[in-house]
């Protein structure tokens, strides 16, 4: 089986700063692409950024400059560093991994979600 968890949501103040993690476990030969997603409250999940198992990234607009993501590809694990929050990150941020097995299959599985929340 495997399993994604994310981990680090919580309330902050805006300006302030949290860091995200999301592990993947399980019978897994490696890790492709892995990815951050957010969903707002009435609004669709978004991409807010991605890595591939290179190290190429990119970002959606609204977090250029503030947000960094990275990966540890022997942990199989992805990171979203978030600075200068402001109220409108408020989400539930999703991670979605691209999980490849020894057969060289690939599937993608989400992470539960977690809660983060800017106050003004």
């Known amino acids: 089986q495997v399993q994604v968890v994310e981990s680090g949501g919580g309330l902050v103040q805006a300006g302030g700063s949290l860091r995200l993690s999301c592990a993947a476990s399980?019978?897994?030969?490696?890790?492709?692409?892995m990815a951050w997603f957010r969903q707002g409250s009435g609004i669709q999940r978004e991409l807010v950024a991605d890595?591939?198992?290179?190290?190429?990234?990119t970002y959606a607009d609204a977090v250029k400059g503030r947000f960094t993501i990275s990966r540890d590809n022997a942990k199989k694990t992805v990171y979203l560093q978030m600075n200068s929050l402001k109220p409108e990150d408020t989400a539930v941020y999703y991670c979605?991994?691209?999980?490849?097995?020894?057969?060289?299959?690939?599937?993608?599985?989400w992470g539960q979600g977690t809660q983060v929340t800017v106050s003004s």
């Open positions: 979605k991994v691209i999980v490849v097995f020894t057969t060289g299959y690939k599937y993608q599985y």
């Open positions: 890595i591939t198992s290179g190290g190429r990234t």
């Open positions: 399980g019978s897994i030969f490696s890790t492709d692409t």
